[in-house]
Every structure is written in structure tokens, then in C-alpha cells.
């Protein structure tokens, strides 16, 4: 019996050798697919707040009936400019799905996100297109926007989470586990649901910042509370609101976890904590800013590293107890 648990030992550590090898280069490609995609949503972040969203035209894929467009003008530049990144980041996680598919089999986690961010990364192209095909940009200010901006939030939060899946997964870490788990897994699937709402009711937020930007923050409260402004004024007092209220959960979520957790939880549970706290510093500085393209800029940058570490969290608290047979 020693002598064959012995062997099972040694073929264990060969497997773990192997995989460490064949994931070498993989792994931090695949962090860095997860840092393309952040650019790109800056980016496009920064089309929506300079107003460039039709600087293509009612053109997609081609800007203004081109492959390269001749002498384009400022929006035409930052539109296209952003669909050149957002071609590479779909180029690039393809090609992180092939690689991730010939170097692992059906049993390593790092599938279950390869196969996430494949559908999400072409959904999420296909919400963009439907933006400038159906002419959801610039001064529409319109309920099917609002309703596209928020949905087009969301898959890329979801896209955000499923690349920073594959590269945790790709880095050694241990799967999820649901079952017994218990009241954890409601706890945590709360909070990734209050941040998802938090994401969405701030797309819609910034969309109504752009569209309608006041002179004062008197101005701009007055303005929220007027039961006859246009929808976007009045539904941008909602965003503070929910994110008070997703942070004291997920302050009460963090004390709760630390005392069931050592180790690495520990760590993504208190950069969570500072991470949520910068978040909503960040929110107060863009509103008494009256939200410059910089801090709108900032503050979603910091709400997607939030996203990031949540998930990580999760990841984390839920991963299996003992490693499962994660073999290439």
C-alpha cells in the first residue's frame, strides 16, 4: 500500500509539473487578455462621454462605408480608435480559447471560463453593433437606450468575470464547489448581484450625466428631484443610493467571511474592503466634480477592479476543498 501510494504521489507531482509547463505562457497571456478588456471599456466609456458614438456613421463593421476611413475628424478617430481595440480583444480571446482548449482537457476549470468568455466577448460585440445600427448614440436619449446601455453594462461585467475566472483558473486555482457550501454561496451570489445592479444603474447614470450636464450641484439636485425632468435626470439619484446600500451588505458580507476564513480569502477580502471604499470616495469626488470625463473615467476603472475582486473573492471562499484532478 505505500509502495502505491508512493506512485500515485509521484505521478500526481509529474501531472502538476506538467501542467505548470504547459500553462507558463498561457497564464500570463491570459492576464493580460483580462487587461486589453479593461482598456477597451475605458475606452468606450470615453466614446459615450465625448459624444463620438456615431462618429463611424450608421456603419458596422465598417467605419463610414470603409475599412480605414480617409480624413476622419476628432469623432470619427476615438470611434474608430475603439473598434480597432474592441477587434482585438475579440481576436485575442480567441485565440485564448484555441490555446486554452489544446493545452487542457474537459476536467480543468479553466475550460468552464474559456467557454464564458467566447460567448460573452461575441455577445458583447453584437450589443455594440446593435448601438450604431439602431442608432443608440449621441443625443438619443431614449428608454431603449437606457435599457441597451444597461444590458451592454452588464454582459461586460460578465465578460470581465469570466476572463478573471480563466486567469485565476489558469494560475492555479482550485475550482468551485456549490454544493455544502451552505448559506455562503447566497451571501456571496448576493453581493455579485447587488455590484451587477450597482454597474448597471451607473451606465445609465453616466448616459444621463452626458446627455443632460448641469452648471451646479444645486442645479443637478434640483434637477433629480423635478417630477418633470426627463427620466435620466430623475433615475440618477438612484445610483448613490444602491451603492450606499450594496456597500454596508458587503461590509457586513466581509466581517462574516473573515471569520470563516484563512489564507488567501483573508487577502482578497480586505483589498475588497479598500477597493469598495476607494469606489465610493472616487463616486463622491465625480459627482461635486460635476462628472469630468477623468473621474468618470476613474471611478469605472475602479468599479471593475471592484467587480474583479469580487469575484476573486468568490472564487476563493468557494474553491474546493481539496484540489480536484485539474490535469492538461
Known amino acids: 500500500m505505500l509502495v502505491l501510494y508512493s506512485l500515485g504521489d509521484l505521478s500526481h507531482n509529474s501531472s502538476n509539473s506538467d501542467t505548470n509547463m504547459r500553462l507558463k505562457f498561457f497564464t500570463p497571456y491570459t492576464w493580460g487578455v483580462l487587461g486589453w478588456t479593461l482598456i477597451v471599456i475605458l475606452w468606450g466609456a470615453f466614446v459615450r462621454a ?3 458614438g456615431a462618429g463611424c456613421g450608421q456603419h458596422w463593421p465598417l467605419c463610414d462605408g470603409q475599412v480605414f476611413p480617409q480624413s476622419p475628424d476628432v469623432a470619427m478617430q476615438i470611434e474608430f ?12 480571446i480567441a485565440i485564448m480559447v484555441i490555446w486554452g482548449f489544446r493545452i487542457t482537457t474537459k476536467e480543468h476549470p479553466v475550460r468552464k471560463g474559456l467557454v464564458a468568455s467566447g460567448i ?4 458583447e460585440a453584437l450589443l455594440g453593433a446593435g448601438l450604431v445600427l439602431f442608432e443608440l448614440v449621441e443625443e438619443n ?8 446601455v444597461a444590458l451592454h453594462l452588464a454582459n461586460t461585467f460578465l465578460l470581465v468575470g469570466s476572463l478573471a475566472l480563466t486567469a485565476y483558473w489558469a494560475s492555479g486555482g482550485r475550482a468551485i464547489q456549490l454544493k455544502g457550501q451552505g448559506l455562503k454561496v447566497w451571501l456571496l451570489g448576493g453581493g455579485l448581484l447587488g455590484m451587477l445592479v450597482i454597474g448597471m444603474s451607473g451606465a445609465v447614470t453616466a448616459l444621463g450625466d452626458t446627455l443632460f450636464p448641469v452648471s451646479s450641484l444645486a442645479e443637478g439636485m434640483a434637477a433629480d428631484l423635478d417630477p418633470n425632468a426627463h427620466f435620466l435626470v430623475r433615475l440618477r439619484v438612484y445610483h448613490p443610493v444602491i451603492a450606499v446600500m450594496v456597500a454596508v451588505y458587503s461590509l457586513y458580507l466581509v466581517r462574516i467571511l473573515l471569520e470563516q476564513n484563512n489564507g488567501p480569502a483573508r487577502k482578497f477580502l480586505a483589498a475588497l474592503v479598500i477597493a469598495g471604499i476607494l469606489q465610493l470616495f472616487l463616486g463622491l469626488i465625480n459627482l461635486l466634480l460635476l462628472v469630468p470625463i477623468p473621474t468618470q473615467l476613474l471611478h469605472l476603472l475602479t468599479a471593475d477592479l471592484v467587480w474583479v ?14 484540489p480536484s484532478s485539474q490535469t492538461l
Open 120 to 123: 460573452l466577448i461575441v455577445v
Open 141 to 148: 436619449s431614449s428608454v431603449a437606450r437606457a435599457i441597451a
Open 81 to 92: 480608435t475603439h473598434r480597432l481595440l474592441s477587434g482585438g480583444a475579440l481576436l485575442l
Open 309 to 322: 475582486i469580487y469575484i476573486l473573492t468568490t472564487a476563493t471562499v468557494l474553491a474546493k476543498t481539496h
Open 50 to 52: 465625448t459624444g463620438s
